[in-house]
């Protein structure tokens, strides 16, 4: 059952803001909205997480809309090295941290 | 801290043999993930085990699958015998499932190719 909606594929020019959307109209009050991604040919890598309130970390801020319906990832200054799978994902409180992947959206940052 | 380690990263073997797939989680993480990732089916959770516990197995494939956790500091996923769709890369993640929330470190991953 899918939780998330995420476009398939994005470009981004270097140097720009990249913003990623995800879909979590079914999200429920104790759900948070995670994000990782997957640089090609190396294990996911978590980036940020949030449960109501916008977070900002030393790689992305996440903006989650007031309904919590849907949030957007937002790598300020986009280099080549973000070019990966870009995963976001609802997570239970209790869930054991047990992730579930989507398609997740792929992001190409070009010269 | 040297992250999540498996081994080996890279494993061809024939169809019928006996595959052995090894981690080593992060020094005083609590809970370990397989992962197993086809261009087919993408990222699929397989087990998990947390505190050296199997918790959740229902993403296991069969019964030629196996994983075991004899202690904190090691996990085997074992395929018996293995066959050419298990051909996928597996990945090792570890996390410290406390009160608050905290993020899976996951491993380089094995690619297995079964001929």
């Known amino acids: 059952d899918a939780k998330t909606t995420q476009p398939p594929s994005m470009d981004c020019a270097e140097g720009r803001a990249a913003n990623l959307p995800c879909n979590h109209s079914?999200?429920?009050?104790?759900?948070?909205v995670y994000w990782y991604r997957q640089i090609h040919s190396q294990g996911p890598q978590y980036i940020i997480h949030?449960?109501?309130n916008n977070e900002t970390n030393e790689m992305a801020s996440l903006i989650i809309t007031e309904d919590r319906k849907s949030s957007t990832l937002i790598l300020p200054h986009a280099t080549l090295r973000d070019t990966a799978v870009y995963y976001c994902?609802?997570?239970?409180?209790?869930?054991?941290?047990?992730?579930?992947f989507g398609g997740g959206t792929r992001l190409m940052v070009k010269p | 801290d040297a992250g999540v380690i498996q081994s080996p990263r890279h494993e061809v073997t024939e169809m019928g043999q006996e595959v052995t797939l090894r981690c080593k989680p992060i020094?005083?993480?609590?809970?370990l993930f397989w992962y197993r990732q086809t261009m087919m089916r993408g990222l699929e959770l397989l087990i998990y085990?947390?505190?050296?516990?199997?918790?959740?197995d229902s993403g296991m494939p069969e019964d030629r699958f196996s994983a075991k956790m004899p202690n904190a500091s090691f996990s085997t996923l074992k395929i018996q015998p293995s066959e050419p769709r298990d051909s996928a890369v597996y990945f090792c993640?570890?996390?410290?499932?406390?009160?608050?929330?905290?993020?899976?470190?996951f491993g380089p991953g094995t690619r297995l190719t079964v001929l």
């Open positions: 085990f947390n505190n050296n516990v199997p918790i959740d």
């Open positions: 020094s005083g993480h609590n809970s």
């Open positions: 994902i609802v997570l239970m409180g209790n869930a054991g941290n047990m992730l579930t």
């Open positions: 079914t999200i429920s009050g104790n759900e948070y």
């Open positions: 949030g449960l109501k």
């Open positions: 993640a570890s996390s410290f499932s406390g009160p608050s929330h905290n993020e899976q470190f």
